[in-house]
């Protein structure tokens, strides 16, 4: 199992305080944004990326289609067979470690173009919600109860009717706070989120659509240490910080999103 006890999650005390011109400074070591040693420092509003931030329901797909019956459809264009035999620990651990975000990819047996779409597509189901709800959903309902923020956004890639009946009773009619569920690409959404907002990604290359959005710049990230697919081979991100960094201002945090090492 992947040991996630060495990441206290109860020291992420997130920071909803404005920072001054003055202190948007650059760190001359690294060349990111430096004010206080706090996650965010965008304050109006928070922007989530909904999947292995709030709720992991593609590892209860997983975990299902290493269990079904092979002769369904779906195993006549993607195989399995290699992860029938893990325990339902050493899955969680797989899905953490996993190299592509979308699990799909070399999987399939056959040339399917659209695997963004048909990933996204297959938890449209119920059973895969409410499961287990990840640490920082408590830090959403406290955003929600204290009105800190003027807004939180949820966001997926696909719109899943599903979760947009859950977040609706969840947030918005039992907490009653101010949470708008975006679905679609990352650049076609963005122009609606405030201008004024943390980003809060599971995946680490929306911070090169940020980029081309004109919208790193003063931006607060923040990105789970965890997930395997935002680094290569050699443990490094993905993507090159560092160079970002010499042509941007912007703060980037990591945080622990797991606080315990079970799998319920």
Known sequence: MIDTSKFNYENFTPSMR???????????AIGVLCSQDRPLSNSHSIFIEYYDIIEIPFFYLLYQ?????????????????????FSREELFEWYIKRDHRNFLENRSMKNITNLDTVFEKLVEDKNYFN???????????????????????LWTREENLILKNIIHQRYQEELQSNV???????????????????????????????EKNQRLDYTSIVIPLEYGYNYDKEKNFIIDIDE???????KLNLFSVFESKKIE
């Open 18 to 28: 404005i920072v001054s011109e003055e202190e948007k400074v650059t760190n001359p």
């Open 65 to 85: 289609l290493t269990h079904i019956d092979e002769s369904l459809p779906i195993f006549q264009d993607f195989y399995f067979h290699d992860l029938r035999s």
């Open 180 to 210: 708008t569920y975006l679905h679609g690409s990352f650049s076609s959404i963005l122009p609606s989120v405030h201008p004024d907002s943390t980003f809060v990604f599971s995946d680490i290359r929306n911070i090169l659509e940020l």
């Open 131 to 153: 499961i287990k709800l990840l640490p920082f959903h408590k830090v959403v309902s406290q955003f929600c109860q204290s009105k800190m923020i003027e807004h939180i956004y």
């Open 244 to 250: 970002l960094t010499k042509k941007h201002i912007f």
